[in-house]
């Protein structure tokens, strides 16, 4: 469509290309403004609707929960060592030679966990080393607990000599990003323990040191950013308390009124990612709605019960890493038609759960992946029976029209309607204060719906509506004005009775444009 | 910058014809004296500076000026010119052309040859040309209303914007004993730049009801990549040939085909050829709760502009240049009076055949005629032809064939031919 415009404005610029100063005069236009079509995915949300075999629609409410914020599986120290170098007495060191090597074997706190491995997407360390000789040195730092491809992370750095009055002192940023971090320590036996070997010498370059008993060079490396992605280990037993929100989009245009589904299915799906057991109760699951304020809360045994999770395994795939523990429950033999109904803006949860309920049972050998914890699918299915009793679908558009050049005419808006119900529409202008400063609709129109086959119940024939509007003075000066269109549909089922929909089901809206423009 | 450079031409080119034709006619005798100027024929040495500009339409001159110069266009005017134009191939045309010529004389033997002469030429030719239907200028003007439930002719739109260079050297070889002279030039072109577009079977059908638009047709459109003066985005050559018979105070023909000559643009130039058949249906919104804001982002001749350049193939063309065949024929009945016909035909471009019957009254210093002419960018219209001797070095001539520039609801055109001949 796109095309034609641009091939028109293309013989306009070429009729006449060396038009100067505009000159004017009144072009009178009919042509095609906007053309739109709706359908059941536009008023539930596209992703949100599947097509059955039967060409019938479902609706389709997929809500994926994170149970468990693995985040708050580690915990550390930020600083990882503090290694302070003296000699207990005056001596004088030639350039060159080494002051001290020194073995750091470095336990790390993470409060009741017992890792033997970690890995981090973001490590960042920060490696200070502060001198009182007066002489420049050369500073190695080995972490031999650090590997990436084979290779142990190792730094070398010069610090500047001391002054008679100022220490010196030098900073580094280490970047240990997806270096595989060994926690064994130096004879692979420990956990939660780190290796590295630091190593001081007089810089060749400077003179001979006299070093005196209140000489030191302090050395202490932190850890300033730390986001795991693996660790292996014994992951402690932890208790977690879980409360949260995930909003619902397929009703979010629902304002008021009411419809009724039938034949719900729903299932709750739960995934265990961890290599621990965990023991999980779901306290709590809810619809809300926002606005009138309503809370309906599932009614199904899987509500109050306790749930153990056996632990999750390793597959050595590196696309997916993880065999999930997985369990499925029915829950269409409960409440969940009433807890749509209220059209909900967001689905509630309330979940508590213990890691490694039997303590150490693993012999160490628990893991896990930091994107990936605890998670549920709560998947409904709702064949869209649908039934609509002044069921109120409203939205707000920004508009914007600059163009003040339409002196006169009139717009029609066409209207195919191929669905079951009736819809009464007005498009009413809004300003910057969304207050409502003109309606484009002489009054709210009804458009009838659709012509159902008796004996098939299905709409096989659109009813036309043609809405004129006459573009009078004050209503040009408004639109140019009006900041948001705010459009309001009003559907009511036939009879107010319950009808599948069905693919071929929507509306052709297409707005003609009659109009005197001034060039 | 464009624009206003053309609306300044424009007003300079207008100023140049009136005051020139008050020239003409006022002119006072006494500066007419002496020498006889009605004898064309070369005899003496001369450097000639010649300014042609030539804007014609099929549509008057009163909405041409109101729409060059940003006026209010009434009805009348639309509906005027709506009656003038024909179903199909109405041009509008702007020829420009300043020359700077010398012409060496016969008088002088050339590589010991006698009764040759030479030229060495320099010249600008800018062409602005548009070929469109009456269906075109009324969708224009009027809009798509008066075209619900058909088709607009939109075939063979024609536009074609070009300005070249050409440098020449002429060689003439006059004929004594049979009264003739002929000869030829060969010229260098180098294009300062080239637009040019074309559809063909193109048709916009509006639906009764407005419900959609339909657009069918071959466009075809080639572009250099730089659209200034400065720019030499391509090189050719070309050639003029002449023939004259003239017996003196009797009759002279003479032929020429001038600019048989092409341009090869460069590799930067872009070509575009496409047959769409678009249907519009109105902007596509996929849900009506979820407009756009704004509907339209970009300005049309932004979206025009990437759409031909998504479809153009940037490429090194070649494109012929306007070329004109004249015939002239000067009968004298009397030995200052004399009858003229002239035939010009312009090919590859919108340029329709030209005719013109003139008369003219010679004198020693002056000529003076009047003719009636038909064709070319314009319709039916009227000319004069005014030459007079302003010294013994210096022959001012003046041609224009738009004296209804003055009548601007009636005619259409404005232009002249001003040549200034300084004799060595």
Known sequence: ????????????????????????????????????????????????????????????????????????????????????????????????QKVIEKQNVTPLNFKGMELKMARASV?????????????????????????????????????????????????????LDNYNIDLTGPNGDAYNTIYATTTVWIHPDGDTAIVAPTDSVLIVSTFDEFKPAYARGYLGEQQFDTRGAEAIGAFGNFKSG?????????????????????????DQLATKRNSPPS?????????????????????????????????????????????????????????????????????????????????????????????ANNLLIEDNSPIHIEDKKVKSGAVTIYIENLFPFSVNIQFYLLDANNQIVDSLLQRNTLIAAGQMDNSSG????????????????????????????????????????????YMHYGMNVKIVGDMLYGE | MENKGQRVFFTMALLKTVMVFLLGLFASESLLRAQNVKDTTLLKSEVILTNTFDLGSALNNDLLSRYYFGKSIPETSLSTNLGRLKTANNVLGNFWRTELQYKHDYSKNILGLSNLAYTIDIALNSYQEIAFTKDAFALFFYGNKRFEGEKANLNNLQFNRQTFYQFKWGLFKKDRPHKMEYGFKLALNLGAFLENFNSNSAYLYTDTAGLYLQLNGQFNELMTMNKGLGNIQGVGAGVDLFFQKKESNKYCFRIEL???????????????????NSRFDGL?????????????????????????????????????????????????????????????????????????????????????????????????????????????????????????????????????????????
């Open chain 1, 295 to 387: 809370i309906v809360n599932l009614n199904n045994p899987i509500v109050g019960s306790i749930i153990n999770m056996q632990r999750a395994a390793e597959s050595n795939l590196a696309e997916y890493p993880i065999y999930p523990r997985h369990k499925h429950y029915n829950l269409t033999n409960s409440n969940i038609d009433r807890m749509i109904e209220i059209m909900p803006d967001s689905l509630l949860f309330h979940i508590s759960a213990v890691m490694n309920p039997l303590g150490n049972i693993s012999a160490g050998n628990d893991f896990i992946y930091f994107n990936k914890g605890l998670e549920a699918n709560i998947k409904l299915n709702i064949p869209l029976d649908f039934s």
């Open chain 1, 458 to 501: 299905v709409v096989m024939k659109a009813s036309n509506a043609r809405l004129p509007i006459t573009l009078s003075s004050s209503l040009l000066t408004n639109l140019g004005l009006a900041e948001k269109i705010k459009i309001k549909a009003r559907i009511n089922t036939i009879q107010n009775q319950s009808y599948q929909l």
């Open chain 2, 258 to 276: 001038n600019n048989f000559g092409f341009i090869r643009w460069n590799k930067s130039s872009k070509y575009y050829s496409r047959h769409e």
């Open chain 1, 258 to 282: 009411s419809f009724d589904i039938k034949k719900v299915k729903a299932s709750i799906d739960i995934y265990n990612f961890i290599g621990a057991e965990l023991s999980i109760g779901i």
């Open chain 2, 284 to 424: 596509e919104v996929s849900n009506i709760f979820r407009m756009p804001n704004p509907l339209i982002t970009t300005t049309f001749n932004d979206s025009l502009r990437d759409y031909i350049n998504q479809w153009s193939k940037k490429e090194s063309f070649s494109t012929m240049i306007p070329m004109d065949v004249l015939i002239k024929y000067r009968y004298f009945f009397k030995s200052d009076w004399s009858a003229s016909f002239l035939f010009n035909y312009r090919f590859f471009s919108v340029y329709k055949p030209f005719y013109q019957l003139g008369l003219n009254y010679h004198h020693q210093r002056y000529t003076v005629g009047l003719n009636a002419n038909y064709g070319g960018y314009s319709k039916f219209n009227m000319g004069i032809d005014l030459g007079m001797k302003i010294c013994s070095k210096f022959v001012l001539k003046f041609k224009s064939r738009y004296l209804g520039a003055f009548m601007p609801k009636r005619f259409s055109g404005i232009g002249g031919f001003l040549q200034l001949n300084y004799i060595l």
């Open chain 1, 123 to 175: 490590a960042r360390m920060k490696f200070y080393v502060t001198n009182t000789i007066k002489q420049p040195l050369l500073v190695n730092y080995k972490l031999y607990s650090a590997t990436l491809n084979g290779l142990v992370y190792e730094i070398t750095t010069e610090v500047p000599a001391a002054s008679d009055t100022a220490k010196a002192f030098v900073v580094k940023d280490i970047d």
């Open chain 1, 1 to 96: 469509m796109r095309k034609l415009l641009l091939l028109l404005s293309m013989i306009v610029v070429i009729f006449f290309i060396s038009c100067q100063k505009k000159a004017s005069w009144d072009r009178h236009i009919l042509a095609p403004l906007l053309n739109t079509h709706l359908d059941v995915g536009d008023i539930f949300g596209d992703t949100n609707v599947q097509e059955n075999s039967d060409q019938s629609w479902s609706l389709i409410v997929k809500q994926n929960l994170n149970l468990l914020a693995t985040n708050k599986v580690i915990n550390m120290d930020d600083t990882i060592s503090v290694d302070l170098f003296n000699i207990p007495f005056t001596f004088t060191i030639p350039p060159g």
